[in-house]
């Protein structure tokens, strides 16, 4: 697989959140605390065609000038294993609907409608500390599921980690079978994220971190 670290946004927009290397390098006393990520279903939504811009930033389509339409939100966090160790140079996919509830996908519902300024997909090579960064918009219903976004790790080439991450606080999260056939209270909690106003933004801006936990050490 051949990818391209988008080091231009990690620095700016970490700098941004205030999230530098030294939030990312904690370990000893929590160590014991880490709950590993449980394996969720790809879904059949994975793009059919990637996109030919696959960066971090998913609301601005190659030099475009105009954004997707939806919440901007800037999702960050880090991939540890199972000791709490950061994994660097790990490859982390995203996908998720637009504001149109519309996937990347030739059989997506509502298709047609799609937000065609909605990059749909984006990968991340995570650094030294095992972070991971990227803009895109807060996910939003659709037919039969809850608010989610898809994720995708892999580390030297093999795909170790399928999974999904959850907006706290969404009604249907109750009700929603794939988060719910997560039997295992403490990992189904660690896949649900706070979708938080970013301070001092003007626009309205969300910052969600989904901390991924590798159940073996590559």
């Known amino acids: 697989m ?6 231009r946004h990690r620095r700016d927009f970490l700098g941004m959140l205030g999230i530098g290397a030294a939030a990312y390098t904690t370990r000893g ?3 014991q605390q880490l709950v590993e990520t449980p394996a969720q279903t790809e879904g059949p939504f994975y793009p059919d065609e ?9 609301l601005i389509i190659n030099d475009a ?19 709490g160790d950061p994994i660097w140079n790990a490859v982390v996919e995203i996908w998720q609907v637009d504001n149109h509830a519309a996937y990347l996908h030739s059989q997506s519902g509502n298709r047609l409608n799609r937000d065609g300024n909605f ?3 984006g990968r991340f090579l995570t650094g030294s500390a095992g972070e991971y960064y990227f803009r895109t918009i807060k996910p939003v219903l659709y037919a039969g599921r809850t608010r989610h976004i898809h994720f ?4 030297g080439g093999n795909a170790l980690l399928t ?8 009604p249907r999260n109750q009700t929603d079978g794939v988060l719910n056939g997560i039997r295992d209270a403490a990992a189904r909690e660690s896949v649900i994220v706070d979708f938080a106003p970013l ?13 991924i936990i590798l159940g073996v050490t590559p």
Do not use: M
């Not at 051949?2 to 080091?7: D, H, L, M, R, T």
């Not at 954004?67 to 800037?74: F, I, R, S």
């Open 2 to 7: 051949n990818v391209v670290s988008s080091n």
């Open 29 to 31: 006393w929590f160590a």
């Open 50 to 58: 990637l996109p030919l811009d696959t960066d971090n930033d998913l």
């Open 65 to 83: 000038i105009t954004p997707a339409v939806g919440e901007v939100t800037h999702l960050s966090g880090r991939v540890l294993d199972a000791q």
């Open 119 to 121: 990059q749909g997909f």
């Open 152 to 155: 995708k790790i892999y580390v």
């Open 163 to 170: 999974t999904q991450c959850y907006v706290r606080g969404e």
């Open 199 to 211: 301070q001092g933004s003007r626009i309205g801006e969300l910052a969600a971190r989904f901390d």
